[in-house]
């Protein structure tokens, strides 16, 4: 099955769901009207249908390696590589001062689903390079600017970031690479790194790396790490890659899927570094970049969703089993269920990346502060909802396929083993609600509740052409405000206790509005009927969800380590 690229669903959520009228309205992003957005939409679209899906099962069945210290990459990744950089999709937000496009992010969130539909594995590439040019524009030097940017933006040189260590895991803090000053401004780094997405490649003049280290003297935990610029080669006098510095790739891991993206153990012994920012401050330097990467795993999970359903629907339209209106198992109820499920699940989880890289290019045009409010909170959302939804179509569409998904040569397995990762990297999926009803609640709700506030506004516009949707919609917004309040009055181990459900059922609501307000949009569509579906059908599990975090922590912590022990 060939990958299509879901431009019209683009389409519609910019005009008339997420509001991206809005972003073209601003000073910063008044070039990038709605034509020009589907202009670039449709040639990026061009690029991953052609180039980038045929690579997908390419990368699983001949995978990245190493021989001999050098990372090989899969067949055709250099080609499908170049095609993305001559694009100049690896950072079409980027500033153009330094050779980017300047777009708005949204428009680069919806090229990033494109991309990771066609090819997970290698989409990974650029999106560890446009965090890296995210970071350096905020952070780095003058001097680093000047050198660096210019390649990364052209992907010349590509970009990664190198946080976990052996024994910390998510415990950034607990890391132990060491930063000695060399007298001269740099610095000599030390230290070993795991899980480094693309730590390597070879189609690239330049590996850059992101490293996090800590100077001598400085205090424990994630208050006295720094952050260093780490190249493979050393820029010589002109600028151009010269001698190769003092680190490796020690091994690459043998993962569940991603076969085509090489994750590197990479080992820094005295390599050359210069600092990214202010010592000691390294975490705020280096979450410029995760934040990057949270909305852009988020949408990994979306595009593979896509994908995953869309070779589901093909499967269903062409596989004959049994009796149906169809002729193939399409027409089965049960079969009809899971692909509405699975679209339906999708649209939602990508208005709420869109409307999540909206809120992002608001704060970065107009520095409002309900805007970033509105990012940060939308974030950890985006991120592990998006990757939730991904595992779960991917899942489904192994199940449509029956026994024939449990078979590689389908490809439908594929989709996910490749998946599985994205709700465990960039921060767990755990992390990010804990994130959602800490930092994101310290506010006493504010930024939830105007969001709240707008969700029921799209109810009551709605009540006229859809008053079930509307009254359903309504009141599952109300019972997730509730929530919100009861949370905001617990104390954190009792938020934390009912977390992930508190991040679902948020989501659920979210997606509702979005697939009411597309219903708005197209009333005699089907849109108007897949938010029918939604509502009706996925809608009703936020109320367990609600429940579920409403319950604090008690049944949970009463449960001993032994009661867990079989």
Same mark, same amino acid.
């Given at each position: 099955?060939?990958?299509?690229?879901?431009?019209?669903? @683009?389409?519609?959520?910019?005009?008339?769901?997420?509001? @991206?009228?809005?972003?073209?309205?601003?000073?910063?992003?008044?070039?990038a009207?709605?034509?020009?957005?589907?202009?670039?939409?449709?040639?990026?679209?061009?690029?991953?249908?052609?180039?980038?899906?045929?690579?997908?099962?390419?990368?699983?069945?001949?995978?990245?390696?190493l021989?001999?210290?050098?990372?090989?990459?899969?067949?055709?990744f250099?080609?499908?590589?170049?095609?993305?950089a001559?694009?100049?999709?690896?950072?079409?937000?980027?500033?153009?001062?330094?050779?980017?496009?300047?777009?708005?992010?949204?428009?680069?969130?919806?090229?990033n689903?494109?991309?990771?539909?066609?090819?997970?594995?290698?989409?990974?590439?650029?999106l560890?390079t446009?965090?890296?040019?995210?970071?350096?524009?905020?952070?780095?030097?003058?001097?680093?600017?000047?050198?660096?940017?210019?390649?990364?933006?052209t992907g010349?040189?590509?970009?990664?970031?190198n946080l976990?260590?052996?024994?910390?895991g998510?415990?950034?803090?607990a890391?132990?690479?060491?930063?000695e000053?060399?007298?001269?401004?740099?610095?000599?780094?030390?230290?070993?790194?795991?899980y480094?997405?693309?730590?390597?490649?070879?189609?690239?003049?330049?590996?850059?790396?992101?490293v996090?280290?800590?100077?001598?003297?400085?205090?424990?935990?994630?208050?006295?790490?720094?952050?260093?610029?780490?190249?493979?080669?050393?820029?010589?006098?002109?600028?151009?890659?010269?001698?190769?510095?003092?680190?490796?790739?020690?091994?690459l891991?043998?993962?569940l899927?991603?076969?085509?993206?090489?994750?590197?153990?990479?080992?820094?012994?005295?390599?050359?570094?210069?600092?990214?920012?202010?010592?000691?401050?390294?975490?705020?330097?280096?979450?410029?970049?995760?934040?990057?990467?949270?909305?852009?795993?988020?949408?990994q999970g979306i595009?593979?969703?896509?994908?995953?359903?869309?070779?589901?629907?093909?499967?269903?339209q062409?596989?004959?089993?049994?009796?149906?209106?169809?002729?193939?198992?399409?027409?089965?109820?049960?079969?009809?269920?899971?692909?509405?499920?699975?679209?339906?699940?999708?649209?939602?989880?990508?208005?709420i990346?869109?409307?999540?890289?909206?809120?992002?290019?608001?704060?970065?045009?107009?520095?409002?502060?309900?805007?970033?409010?509105?990012?940060?909170?939308?974030?950890?959302?985006?991120?592990?909802?998006?990757?939730?939804?991904?595992?779960e179509?991917?899942?489904?569409?192994?199940?449509?396929?029956?026994?024939m998904?449990?078979?590689?040569?389908?490809?439908?397995?594929?989709?996910?083993?490749?998946?599985?990762v994205?709700?465990i990297?960039?921060?767990t999926n755990?992390?990010?609600?804990?994130?959602?009803?800490?930092?994101?609640?310290?506010?006493?709700?504010?930024?939830?509740?105007?969001?709240?506030?707008?969700?029921?506004?799209?109810?009551?516009?709605?009540?006229?052409?859809f008053?079930?949707?509307a009254?359903?919609?309504?009141?599952?917004?109300?019972?997730?405000?509730?929530?919100?309040?009861?949370?905001?009055?617990?104390?954190?181990?009792?938020?934390?206790?009912?977390?992930?459900?508190?991040?679902?059922?948020?989501?659920?609501?979210?997606?509702?509005?979005?697939h009411?307000?597309?219903?708005?949009?197209?009333?005699?569509?089907?849109e108007?009927?897949?938010?029918?579906?939604?509502?009706?059908?996925?809608?009703?599990?936020?109320?367990?969800?609600?429940?579920?975090?409403?319950?604090?922590?008690?049944?949970?912590?009463?449960?001993?380590?032994?009661?867990?022990?079989?």
């Amino acid at each position: 099955m060939s990958y299509r690229a879901p431009l019209d669903s @683009y389409r519609l959520l910019l005009a008339d769901v997420v509001g @991206y009228d809005r972003v073209a309205a601003t000073d910063r992003f008044s070039e990038a009207s709605m034509e020009t957005v589907e202009a670039v939409l449709t040639e990026a679209g061009r690029m991953c249908e052609e180039v980038l899906a045929p690579l997908r099962r390419q990368g699983d069945l001949d995978p990245a390696r190493l021989e001999n210290g050098v990372v090989r990459t899969s067949k055709g990744f250099a080609e499908g590589y170049a095609a993305i950089a001559e694009g100049g999709w690896v950072a079409s937000s980027a500033d153009p001062a330094h050779g980017g496009m300047g777009l708005p992010l949204t428009v680069t969130t919806c090229v990033n689903d494109m991309m990771s539909a066609a090819c997970l594995a290698l989409q990974l590439s650029p999106l560890m390079t446009q965090g890296q040019i995210e970071a350096l524009e905020h952070h780095a030097s003058d001097a680093i600017k000047a050198l660096y940017l210019p390649k990364l933006v052209t992907g010349e040189w590509a970009g990664t970031m190198n946080l976990t260590e052996p024994q910390a895991g998510s415990d950034v803090g607990a890391l132990t690479t060491r930063a000695e000053p060399n007298g001269d401004g740099s610095y000599a780094i030390t230290g070993q790194k795991i899980y480094i997405t693309w730590g390597d490649n070879d189609f690239t003049g330049n590996v850059c790396h992101l490293v996090l280290a800590r100077l001598p003297g400085a205090v424990p935990g994630t208050k006295g790490i720094s952050l260093f610029l780490v190249p493979k080669y050393l820029p010589d006098a002109d600028g151009n890659p010269g001698v190769a510095n003092t680190l490796k790739v020690v091994s690459l891991e043998h993962k569940l899927g991603l076969h085509g993206s090489p994750t590197c153990v990479m080992e820094y012994d005295g390599a050359t570094g210069w600092l990214v920012g202010e010592e000691h401050d390294g975490m705020r330097a280096m979450f410029t970049m995760m934040n990057n990467a949270r909305l852009g795993v988020g949408v990994q999970g979306i595009g593979v969703a896509e994908g995953a359903f869309q070779h589901a629907l093909a499967y269903a339209q062409e596989r004959k089993q049994g009796r149906s209106p169809e002729g193939t198992i399409i027409g089965h109820a049960d079969v009809r269920r899971m692909l509405a499920t699975m679209k339906a699940q999708t649209f939602a989880a990508r208005a709420i990346g869109l409307a999540t890289a909206v809120a992002i290019d608001m704060a970065n045009a107009t520095g409002g502060a309900e805007w970033t409010a509105r990012a940060a909170l939308l974030t950890p959302i985006a991120k592990a909802f998006g990757t939730d939804t991904g595992i779960e179509v991917a899942s489904t569409g192994v199940q449509v396929h029956g026994g024939m998904g449990y078979v590689e040569e389908t490809g439908a397995a594929q989709f996910m083993r490749d998946v599985r990762v994205t709700a465990i990297y960039e921060g767990t999926n755990g992390i990010q609600a804990m994130d959602l009803v800490g930092r994101k609640l310290m506010d006493g709700g504010e930024a939830a509740y105007r969001l709240m506030d707008e969700i029921c506004t799209t109810a009551e516009d709605a009540r006229g052409a859809f008053p079930d949707l509307a009254e359903a919609l309504w009141q599952a917004t109300e019972d997730l405000r509730e929530t919100t309040e009861a949370l905001v009055a617990m104390e954190p181990a009792a938020r934390f206790a009912g977390a992930v459900p508190f991040l679902r059922g948020f989501a659920l609501v979210l997606g509702a509005g979005y697939h009411l307000r597309a219903a708005m949009a197209r009333r005699e569509g089907g849109e108007a009927r897949l938010a029918r579906f939604y509502i009706e059908r996925i809608l009703p599990e936020t109320a367990g969800c609600l429940a579920h975090a409403r319950s604090g922590a008690d049944s949970l912590m009463a449960l001993s380590p032994e009661d867990l022990v079989a």
